[in-house]
């Protein structure tokens, strides 16, 4: 069974319909992003799959419950890191760790959490005296703690540095090798490279497309452009397979030390994709 499975998702807001008959399977133990700009419908998708919004129409399957009318035993096997978490709360790190494994039957111990996103030195600072990547840190331990099978991450790494977002990356394909099932929205488009096993892209309440990284919008079939210098002037030729083209160009004596073969980044499909969708 999968882990989430959604068939003909609706959702509107007064008569503005934002979620438009989307269906979205996610298999167990399976990183799948959902990207998309601003106002896509992203968090109102979340949301109806964590069961904090009514859906209009569709049916829904969250660890094989309707999330809409799924109980305490459903809710404390899911973790749920929001894009807004209001935690400026007057308790210190560990204790609000502490208070929240409360919730659950088999926490992860408060100080493993805490090491797991990086707060050690911060664990006895209250919350709203952090900086606003680490009260990030703060919802990605709370989302942690019950030990979820699924966890659900809304732009989780808004605020992050460099160095916090590799960190979060590890600790994401960490859990993911655990098996844990982990669905997340994003903006940044290597984040979902670095931890998608698949992608979907959502623009105005639709999927425009769908597939792993690598081959997302026919990345992989998209042909290749190989640059080169000739006679001191800058060449480029789009092929559909380099190797001949190479082959032509070693043959023919050609300098090939600034040679390159680009293929379109996910960034280059994501831009594709929405510009075809406005
Ligand atoms: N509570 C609400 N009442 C009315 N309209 C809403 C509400 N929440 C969201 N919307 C609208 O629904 C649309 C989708 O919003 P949503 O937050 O799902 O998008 P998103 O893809 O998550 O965007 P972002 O990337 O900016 O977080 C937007 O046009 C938004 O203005």
């Not at 379109?264 to 994709?273: A, F, G, K, S």
Request: with cysteine; proline share 4%; charged share 30%.
């Amino acid at each position: 069974m999968a882990a989430i499975e959604a068939r003909g998702l609706r959702k509107s807001y007064q008569d503005h319909e934002v979620v438009c008959g989307i269906d979205l399977t996610v298999e167990r133990g399976e990183a799948f992003a959902l990207l998309g700009p601003n106002g896509a419908g992203k968090t109102t998708m979340v949301e109806i799959l964590e069961g904090h919004r009514r859906r209009d129409a569709g049916d829904v399957r969250v660890l094989g419950e309707d999330p809409s009318a799924a109980g305490r035993a459903w809710r404390a096997r899911v973790g749920i890191v929001l894009q807004d978490a209001d935690d400026a709360a007057d308790l210190t790190v560990r204790e609000m760790v502490r208070h929240i494994a409360g919730f659950y039957p088999d926490p992860r111990p408060a100080d493993e959490v805490i090491e797991l996103v990086g707060l050690v030195q911060k664990r006895d600072s209250k919350i709203r005296a952090l900086s606003g990547g680490q009260r990030r840190r703060v919802d990605v331990a709370l989302g942690l703690v019950g030990r979820p099978d699924l966890l659900f991450l809304d732009e989780p790494t808004t605020g992050f540095d460099p160095q916090a977002r590799r960190q979060f990356w590890e600790l994401v394909g960490a859990l993911a090798a655990e098996g844990t099932t982990i669905l997340l929205t994003t903006h940044y488009l290597e984040e979902a490279e670095a931890l998608a096993d698949r992608l979907a892209v959502l623009a105005g309440g639709r999927i425009l497309a769908e597939g792993a990284p690598a081959t997302l919008g026919g990345r992989l079939t998209a042909g290749a452009t190989v640059s080169w210098r000739e006679n001191g002037e800058p060449r480029a030729e789009k092929v559909a397979d380099p190797t001949e083209l190479v082959r032509r160009l070693v043959a023919e004596g050609n300098d090939l030390s600034s040679l390159t073969i680009t293929r379109p980044t996910l960034e280059d499909v994501y831009l594709t994709l929405i510009g075809a969708g406005e």
